[in-house]
């Protein structure tokens, strides 16, 4: 499964794995947000979630690792073996990036999630 987030005002998307999303939401503190993102995002959830995120770049490692149990079907549950104390380290490396492109979008406005197949 596969999410769509785009800044409404600048019309600027990112495709994330349910899996980034899932890690992204739990470094953020977000975990009503976890497993079932909302379609809209507002302007001042936003803006606390890239607070949140920005606060969590100097923590990320130098290199990507997930020191989960592989979760094969990206289904990213405790029953799959995900573990939500793994998101630092998922975010390491070349997939800081990830972290660093969603707040970009988180600070240019309102954010549209759409769920693709």
């Known amino acids: 499964m596969e999410y ?3 800044a409404l005002n600048s019309g600027e998307t990112m495709k994330m794995p349910r899996k980034d999303w899932v890690m992204l939401m ?3 503190g977000q975990n009503s947000y ?5 379609e809209l ?3 001042t959830k936003e803006l606390e979630i890239a607070e949140a995120l920005k606060k969590a770049l100097p923590d990320l490692p130098e ?3 997930d020191m989960a149990a592989p979760d094969p079907l990206e289904t990213a549950t405790p029953e799959s073996g995900w573990d939500p104390k793994n ?5 390491g490396g070349e997939h800081r990036a990830v972290v660093e492109k969603f707040i ?3 600070e240019q406005g309102d954010l ?3 769920r693709l197949a």
């Open 87 to 91: 998101a630092l380290g998922h975010f």
């Open 4 to 6: 769509q987030i785009t």
């Open 41 to 43: 995002i507002s302007r």
């Open 34 to 38: 976890r497993f079932q993102p909302p």
């Open 26 to 28: 739990t470094l953020a």
């Open 104 to 106: 970009e979008l988180c």
């Open 112 to 114: 549209e999630v759409l």
């Open 63 to 65: 290199e990507h690792h």
